[in-house]
């Protein structure tokens, strides 16, 4: 669980859409689309899947892996719907993101709970 947390607030993420998103470490979310923001809260359950809430009443749950480029360096997060599968790729801003964390390519799933 602590993997997710980590990955999802190591920098500002930016969707294919160019909207971003900023995961604060105490659990509150920031959407900006179109200069609009949302704000909303976000969380990882019991069975280590992702979870974020935007009120009044949407609440969605993800799995969670990491996206990593041809470089073998970890470039973002991606967010897999478990209701309808759909996919969300958050790529962190760059300059912003993490160090090279080894040598593998595509998408990893993130460990889920001890």
Not at 40 to 52: A, I, L, M, P, Y
Not at 60 to 72: L, P
Request: net charge negative; proline share 7%.
């Amino acid at each position: 669980m602590d993997d997710i947390a980590a990955a999802v607030t190591k920098a500002p993420l930016t969707y294919s859409d160019h909207a971003s998103q900023v995961f604060d470490p105490d659990g509150l979310t920031t959407y900006i689309e179109n200069g609009n923001r949302t704000y909303g809260t976000w969380g990882v359950n019991d069975q280590g899947k992702f979870w974020s809430f935007w009120p009044p009443t949407y609440l969605a749950t993800y799995d969670v892996r990491w996206i990593v480029n041809d470089d073998g360096e970890v470039a973002g997060v991606r967010f897999i719907d478990v209701h309808d599968g759909t996919i969300s790729d958050g790529c962190y801003q760059p300059g912003r993101g993490p160090s090279r964390f080894g040598s593998f390519r595509g998408s990893y799933h993130l460990p889920g709970p001890s």
